[in-house]
Structures are given as C-alpha cells and as structure tokens.
C-alpha cells in the first residue's frame, strides 16, 4: 500500500474563526494516554488509537469514532500552505484521514502522536 500525498485528503477540523476550547495536556498512565483538541479527542490505550472527532467520524464513516490497531497504523505529519500541522493516520483496516492542528494545539498533539508512533513501530517489528 502507498502512501498519498496528504494534501489530496480532504482534511478535518474546527473552522477558522470558531471559539477554541483549552487545550489540555496529554495525560498518561499505565499505556493509556488521551489528548483534547478543538475538535474533539484521541486517545490512545497501548494497541488502539482512538479518534473521536466532531466532524470527521461521523461525516465519513457515520460514527462518533475512528479506530486504527497500531500495528497497521501509519502516521505522517508535514505544514500545509497555511502552516497549520496536518497529520494522515492511514491503516488498511480503516482507511485514511487527514486532520488539522494549528500551532496552539501541536504542542500536547505531538508527544501524543510521537508516543503512538512508537508504539506502532514497535509493533511492526
């Protein structure tokens, strides 16, 4: 399977110009981690990343959630030209999305995503 060009992925997130809610941290204990973000929640149990997301999930695949197992997750990150973060979490399983984060938020996102990266090389080995 080859990896698209993130930009040909139509990408979701919260509007320009819609409140923002606080960013927190990402909390972790045990394997488990999970990070808010505007638009909604990831979180992460050791073997399964889970996005829960205002608009993505439901707009595309009619749930509240999406669910990749790390083992077939592949995870990429670069700017796009507005210089927001966006990342492609691809699995053959699930398919492919592309979510946005501005430079707020990318911080706690980061180290969350940095940590599921790991865990899904790890689990490739």
């Known amino acids: 399977m080859s990896l698209v060009d993130p930009d ?28 808010r973000t505007r638009g909604g929640l990831m979180a992460f149990d050791g073997r399964i990343l889970e996005v829960f997301d205002d608009a993505t999930a439901s707009e595309l695949y009619g749930s509240d959630s999406l669910r990749f197992h790390v083992s077939r997750l592949r995870i990429k990150e670069r700017r796009d030209r507005k210089g927001r973060h966006r990342v492609l979490l691809e699995s053959g399983s699930t ?11 990318w911080p706690p996102v980061g180290a969350f995503l940095s940590r599921v990266a790991e865990a899904a090389a790890r689990a490739r080995r």
Do not use: Q
């Open 8 to 35: 040909s992925i139509p990408a979701y997130g919260t509007p320009p110009g819609s409140p923002v809610p606080a960013v927190h941290d990402a909390v972790a204990s045990a394997g488990w981690a999970e990070v």
């Open 95 to 105: 398919g492919r999305v592309a979510l946005l984060f501005d430079d707020s938020e």
